[in-house]
């Protein structure tokens, strides 16, 4: 290895170092997403969603902590609500930074344990903006990546169900997820997750003693009003024409992830890394999403670094501008102050993502078999 590259590696590992350190000192201060407010409220009796609808008047939801996760993630998290606040955010950061090695480790696995491609992949995710929120916000992004990872790339049905049943907590990454699986025979898989997630309400609604309609939307109805509009999606595009909660965002939203995913699937042949990058790219594009989920972006690193797209440096390059660049940016052009042109611009750099994988996938599929 050259001086040259010497150097690069110590740069990006101690980068990776400053980063993880301020990552975790700022959750240490903040974690205002941390859903500790939520779990807190259900082990005391009372609806953390029917709490916050009702206009948070006690204040028992603090910082941001704002219950739009499905139910399933509330009794999960009960043992995090019996702490107090400060010490559940230092268990908080102890699992998400547990679920990091592992993501990585997942990461290393599919790069057959190359130390200099899992060096430059694992630094450069530790570095980026979407991780270092991700954890100093207190988020569940990385949790949901690991068990985004784990519901396609694992051969155990088991896995698949427990990891998958996790992953769609954070619903906005449930639908491309399901028609995976759905598509690939995991019915049973797909079950499983389907029933943890209706036992969780069954027994919230019992608890609380409300109708299981009424209390399979709280979710949704929370997630409508409290959530802001995200980053790079079809469904915040469609938002900022005809405002936040129509009907007509939702149904976009889905036909064009149904539309996209069916396409993909019928005319590009199937490999689990790109099928990862796929799925986790066509959330990001179809549903609500804010920066932090851009973590799901390393399945697409690791598809390039792997050597299997036939452009990479488009592919590093709109990776950088989602980890690196919006933040940069951001100092000059606040992205709240020019959303009409930010989203739809990230929007096209997904959308040119896609068309590589489904381009790189169709050229697999065309091409000759070897005869030997």
């Not at 100093?136 to 396609?152: D, E, H, K, R, T």
Request: one cysteine or more; charged letters at 10%.
């Amino acid at each position: 290895m050259n001086i040259t590259k010497k150097l690069f590696y110590l740069f990006i590992v101690a980068g990776s170092a400053v980063s993880i350190t301020k990552a975790c000192l700022k959750s240490q201060i903040y974690s205002q997403d941390l859903q500790w407010s939520g779990a807190s409220l259900l082990l005391r009796g009372i609806n953390p969603f029917q709490e916050w609808l009702s206009g948070n008047i006690n204040h028992e939801i603090i910082l941001l902590q704002i219950p739009n996760y499905l139910h399933l993630l509330y009794f999960i998290l009960l043992p995090l609500g019996s702490l107090d606040f400060n010490a559940a955010k230092v268990a908080w950061l102890a699992v998400n930074l547990t679920c990091t090695v592992l993501v990585l480790y997942l990461a290393a696995e599919e790069l057959h344990f190359s130390k200099e491609k899992t060096m430059l992949t694992a630094c450069l995710f530790l570095i980026s903006t979407p991780f270092r929120n991700t954890l100093g916000n207190g988020q569940i992004s990385i949790i949901v990546l690991l068990c985004f990872m784990l519901s396609l790339l694992s051969e155990s049905k088991i896995i698949k169900g427990i990891s998958s049943s996790i992953a769609i907590i954070k619903y906005s990454f449930a639908p491309p997820l399901i028609l995976s699986l759905l598509y690939d025979r995991y019915y049973l898989s797909v079950l499983f997750a389907a029933m943890t997630n209706l036992v969780a309400v069954i027994v919230f609604c019992y608890l609380f003693k409300i109708d299981f309609i009424d209390g399979l939307v709280l979710p949704l109805k929370v997630s409508t009003l409290g959530v802001r509009i995200g980053t790079a999606d079809i469904m915040s595009i469609f938002e900022l024409k005809f405002g936040r909660g129509n009907q007509i965002n939702y149904v976009i939203s889905i036909a064009f992830c149904l539309t996209v995913f069916y396409f993909f699937i019928k005319t590009t042949k199937r490999n689990r890394l790109l099928d990862l990058a796929f799925i986790s790219l066509l959330s990001l594009a179809s549903f609500k999403h804010l920066s932090y989920d851009f973590v799901f972006l390393l399945p697409l690193l690791l598809a390039a670094v792997n050597g299997l797209l036939s452009r990479p440096l488009v592919i590093y390059g709109i990776i950088f501008w989602f980890w690196f660049g919006l933040k940069i940016v951001n100092y000059f052009i606040p992205i709240n102050s020019a959303l009409h042109y930010y989203i739809p611009f990230n929007f096209v750099l997904l959308l040119t993502c896609l068309l590589s994988l489904w381009h790189d996938g169709l050229l697999k599929r065309n091409s000759p078999a070897v005869v030997i």
